[in-house]
């Protein structure tokens, strides 16, 4: 209990520099301070990234609409107390989003498609509101507003088995990067009991299941499944990862829909020349930036791995006889745009040695007479100790290598 005290991503984001809750803004709204907006664009570039390579398209939507979008889409009337509104001065009301489905299901209708146009898979980073109640709120863990790396692959019949697949390489890829590489996976169905509180026909949602439990099976992990745990438009998969303290957290979604495609009427014509319906794949396998971010900060108990820290490098010179020369090295990672600070504070070096590794900055350099005089930087490495003088250009090059393939 003592050791996840320490642990507890909320300790650790105040002592990093993370994060700030304030009581004034409001419960579950967490800001981002400088350090933690760096680690947040780390993520968010990865998985961009990651996304754009598979040929994903990047769109952005308003944090609201009206009302009517979620009565179509059948949030309203099953999750209202989650979904604050507003009125205009012309009477129309309009819901702050709890998800972007119908957002891209309408960037879809934007225009006519053809099946030489599908898959089609529209991303978002986007950010919605949710009315939790304030007892279940826990940092970033668990939040009001929280930034979903959202996706919507718009895809034919024939395609679901190849983008299920396709979705379970990202999602290994991405996650293994973090050391995630064992997982527990719930794909959830309907309650066969109740069957009148989800969209479709016994026939759509026997089919959508059987193609979860097909993909997962072929995907070799463990799985279970949940009975009555599904979206009311369609089944889902949740993958649950083992962090470094042997805890299991839910992060990514994959939802299989063929629900809400008839609701918006999402088409494309066929090579037969008649329109037909494509099928939605709702994917998020962050889960949210937050709750991702209250994840790894937990796992790595604040030492993030190169790439990630929102300090890379911490410049020690001993006396104010070295600050010049430590100035010029700053300058040389910084245009290499390797993350760095200077210490010019009075302490002592042991002092200044000891707030680095309190910080969890990755590499600290000494620099006193002799690195002056030998042009050089004495290394200090957070995860493997002294590592003795290294010329600046070759300490570069190590890190812009141990960065790139995000080690």
């Not at 193609?211 to 070799?220: A, R």
């Amino acid at each position: 209990m003592a050791e996840m005290e320490q642990n507890d991503h909320r300790k650790l984001g105040q002592e990093l520099g993370l994060f700030t809750i304030s009581d004034l803004i409001g419960k579950g709204l967490p800001m981002l301070l400088p350090k933690g907006a760096i680690l947040r664009g780390e993520l968010e570039k990865l998985i961009i990234d990651e996304k754009k390579s598979l040929g994903y398209q990047f769109v952005y939507s308003p944090h609201i609409a009206r009302k009517e979008t979620y009565i179509k889409s059948g949030h309203l009337g099953r999750y209202d107390a989650m979904m604050p509104t507003m009125t205009d001065e012309n009477g129309d009301e309009f819901v702050l989003k709890a998800m972007n489905c119908p957002h891209h299901f309408e960037i879809y209708n934007s225009s006519p498609k053809s099946y030489r146009d599908l898959p089609l898979r529209i991303a978002e980073n986007g950010t919605v509101y949710r009315n939790e109640k304030s007892g279940e709120l826990a940092g970033l863990l668990r939040v009001k507003n929280l930034t979903v790396d959202d996706t919507h692959h718009f895809i034919r019949p024939d395609q679901i088995e190849s983008e299920m697949e396709m979705l379970f390489k990202l999602t290994d890829k991405i996650y293994n990067l973090f050391g995630f590489k064992e997982y527990k996976v719930e794909i959830s169905i309907r309650d066969p009991k109740d069957k009148e509180k989800y969209f479709g026909s016994d026939e759509v949602w026997e089919r959508a299941e059987k193609i979860l439990i097909d993909s997962v099976k072929k995907w070799g992990v463990d799985y279970t499944v949940e009975e009555g745990e599904a979206a009311f438009y369609g089944p889902k998969i949740d993958i649950r990862v083992k962090d470094s303290q042997g805890r299991f957290w839910q992060l990514a979604t994959i939802q299989l829909d063929f629900n809400q495609p008839e609701n918006f009427d999402l088409n494309y014509v066929g090579d037969d020349g008649k329109l037909h319906k494509v099928v939605v794949v709702h994917v998020a396998i962050f889960g949210s930036f937050e709750r991702f971010m209250g994840v790894i900060i937990e796992h790595y108990n604040g030492a993030f791995p190169l790439w990630l820290s929102p300090v890379q490098v911490k410049i020690l010179p001993i006396g104010e006889g070295h600050f010049a020369y430590a100035t010029q090295v700053m300058d040389k990672f910084k245009t290499a745009n390797i993350r760095v600070e200077l210490d010019i504070s009075d302490e002592t070096l042991g002092k200044k040695i000891r707030n680095a590794k309190t910080e969890k900055v990755p590499y600290a350099l000494v620099i006193g007479d002799k690195e002056v005089a030998d042009k050089k930087v004495t290394v200090e490495s957070r995860d493997n100790g002294n590592l003795g003088a290294q010329s600046v250009e070759e300490l570069i090059e190590k890190l812009k290598e141990e960065i790139k393939e995000k080690k």
